[in-house]
């Protein structure tokens, strides 16, 4: 992290679209100049998206609005070109900078002045290049060209055939329409590249439950000759802990480690403080001349797993232990809060935070089928005690669910592997890595360590981040469910599903969960509707009648229960109200008898996350227990009091 650094987010950027290459008969220093825009330059935000952009300016409809989503599927088929002017005050003759794009989305090529200088393809990474030769002693034009997004990656494909790195729920899942997302993401930080500085630090601590201290080691990149100092401080808000200054050629041959240090530990919420501490790290010279800083958040915890209670001799443990404490995983798994999350600000992610933290919920599953959220999504987890169960952005597509095996592809996931440990390893909130989203065989078994991807993901962790579990994918185990006919084999590990309940919640349905002998379920759920207000807010012209006829109900059709509806109440739902009362009130019935029989188990069932925390998107249905507008649906006010009651 060099001192000298500048954010262009501050800039005034412009997006312009072109019908695919056209941008390319540009013959000057400007690319595009000669060719005539199919959109003409407009006013966007960075980071943010091109849909956005678009819609800001008149020129699409909102896509969450009724059926609009059809309507804007042509932004796919444009370029998009994003460019603004860089100060020159920021450039120094004599100096050396780069450009550093933490998140594009997803692939093209970035230009300074006309010459292109890289390209990208790949959402998940950053990207760094040197821009150093490229520069001009004045109107140093940036330019970040967008090219036309694979045509599908939806649920319903094959993982084996996957090659390209972008988020695959914007092509329509179960819980959204298709809105492919195009552009910057986050952050583009111009750096000068400093002749001492601190290129990388790996941060690890850990907590000693017996002696309630804490401990530290850090390791990392420093450039600049052995007899350099680096000056290392933790404090808090009151008081300083360490203040140490070691010789950089200590610092290369063994790193720096601190133990007995007298800290508070960070608790998971409901459970304890979340106590969190100031990492100052400063490079300096001989003369004390400040060279460099590298700053962090941290807060220090232990996490151990064991076996539940009664769990076969060969089961992975899914009793998690946090500070010496054992501790019941209440969650949900998480998806990004809008299908065009480039345009999220930290209030955004805050508003959703708070209503999770406040109904009591410890762990949040940071779901493969997207991709790893923006730094303040994490800071504000460390700030709320909520876990993070982070999965690396694989999914399974319905069709076959192997992803790709061979040594490109796997290279190329190690990268993201690598890219996800440097950002993630130092939270506090961090509770494990995951290779993806219901990950298996051919035939439908869990996949394991075997996996080349797997493989070479597990050994890459163990390197750098060996504190932190990995898990090839979730579920994990001998079994992708839980069956009844199965039920006391020892087969039920982690597990996924029951999503719907066929037929009405009698006696034999409740001793599916009373007889329950799963591990862990990393999955389950029940749909309930919206409320009625917030359907007939997006509905736009559609019809509300829920029907499997209904465009506006069978986009997210499985989630509709009319069936069950008539079955019980004889006859079809005379209002939208009527409806969504009986579907909501059967959806907190349904998961608070299957969370509560979860948690009574305890620990011979290690914990439960909910399939979804919030929607993406206006579903007049779906399994989540949050809206479209961050309210709590009436499931989720049921359940606080079962999280909130006993937290364990």
Request: hydrophobic residues 35%; aromatic residues 12%; glycine residues 6%.
């Amino acid at each position: 992290m060099t001192l000298n650094h500048y954010d262009t987010t501050k800039l005034k950027w412009t997006l312009t679209g072109y019908n695919p290459y056209e941008w390319q008969l540009g013959v000057c220093r400007e690319v595009g100049v000669s060719a005539k825009p199919d959109i003409p330059p407009l006013p966007v935000q960075v980071p943010g998206s091109a849909q956005k952009a678009l819609l800001q300016a008149g020129q699409i409809p909102d896509w969450n609005i009724g059926l609009n989503s059809r309507e804007i599927e042509w932004v796919e088929n444009r370029h998009w070109l994003y460019q603004t002017n860089l100060p020159q005050k920021w450039f120094q003759p004599g100096k050396r900078y780069r450009l550093h794009a933490r998140g594009l989305d997803h692939k093209g090529q970035i230009y300074l002045n006309g010459r292109e200088i890289y390209r990208f393809d790949n959402c998940h990474i950053e990207h760094i290049v040197e821009i150093t030769d490229t520069l001009n002693n004045h109107d140093n034009l940036l330019q970040i060209l967008f090219e036309c997004p694979p045509r599908w990656l939806g649920q319903i494909y094959r993982s084996s055939k996957i090659r390209d790195w972008k988020p695959r729920f914007y092509y329509t899942w179960d819980w959204t329409c298709r809105m492919v997302q195009i552009g910057i993401w986050d952050n583009i930080i111009i750096e000068q590249i400093c002749e001492h500085a601190i290129e990388n630090i790996n941060v690890q601590t850990d907590y000693n439950p017996q002696t309630h201290q804490g401990s530290i080691s850090l390791q990392g990149q420093i450039t600049g000759p052995d007899d350099l100092n680096l000056n290392i401080k933790i404090s808090d808000d009151s008081q300083t802990i360490v203040s140490e200054s070691v010789p950089l050629h200590s610092f290369r041959t063994k790193g720096y480690k601190a133990d007995t240090l007298e800290i508070a530990p960070w608790w998971p919420n409901n459970l304890g403080e979340q106590s969190l501490y100031n990492l100052e790290i400063t490079l300096t010279d001989q003369q004390n001349h400040l060279l460099d800083q590298f700053t962090r958040k941290i807060g220090f915890k232990n996490i151990q797993w064991h076996q539940c209670q009664d769990a076969p001799e060969n089961a992975t443990p899914w009793l998690c232990n946090i500070n010496g404490r054992d501790i019941f995983i209440q969650g949900v798994n998480w998806t990004p809060i809008r299908t065009n999350f480039a345009d999220l600000t930290e209030d955004n992610y805050r508003k959703l935070l708070e209503q999770y933290h406040s109904i009591g919920l410890n762990t949040l599953r940071v779901w493969g089928g997207a991709t790893l959220e923006k730094n303040c999504f994490y800071d504000l987890c460390d700030e709320y005690g909520l876990l993070v169960w982070q999965e690396f952005p694989l999914s399974s597509s319905g069709l076959d669910n192997y992803p790709p095996d061979d040594e490109e592809m796997t290279r190329q996931y190690v990268e993201i592997v690598d890219s996800y440990i440097d950002r993630l390893h130092h939270h506090p909130s961090l509770l494990l890595w995951s290779g993806g989203n219901e990950l298996t065989s051919l035939e439908g078994v869990p996949l394991g360590l075997e996996h080349p991807m797997f493989k070479q993901a597990h050994k890459l962790i163990a390197q750098k981040d060996s504190q932190h579990r990995f898990i090839p994918t979730s579920p994990s185990g001998p079994s992708f469910c839980a069956s009844e006919d199965n039920y006391g084999k020892g087969l039920h590990w982690d597990v996924h599903g029951p999503w719907l309940v066929e037929g009405s919640l009698d006696e034999k349905w409740q001793a599916y969960w009373q007889n329950d002998d799963s591990l862990f379920r990393s999955e389950l759920g029940a749909p309930g509707p919206a409320d009625a207000d917030l359907i007939r807010q997006y509905a736009g012209t559609c019809d509300l009648t829920p029907s499997p006829e209904n465009p506006l109900w069978s986009r997210t059709g499985w989630w509709l229960e009319l069936n069950q509806y008539i079955k019980e109440k004889g006859t079809q739902p005379k209002t939208l109200e009527e409806y969504v009362q009986w579907g909501q009130q059967r959806q907190t019935e349904i998961l608070t008898f299957a969370i509560s029989s979860c948690k009574k188990r305890f620990p011979r069932c290690g914990g439960v996350i909910i399939w979804m925390g919030h929607d993406s998107f206006p579903c007049t249905a779906n399994t989540s227990i949050i809206d479209f507008n961050a309210n709590l649906k009436p499931a989720a006010k049921a359940l606080a009091k079962i999280f909130l009651a006993s937290p364990l």
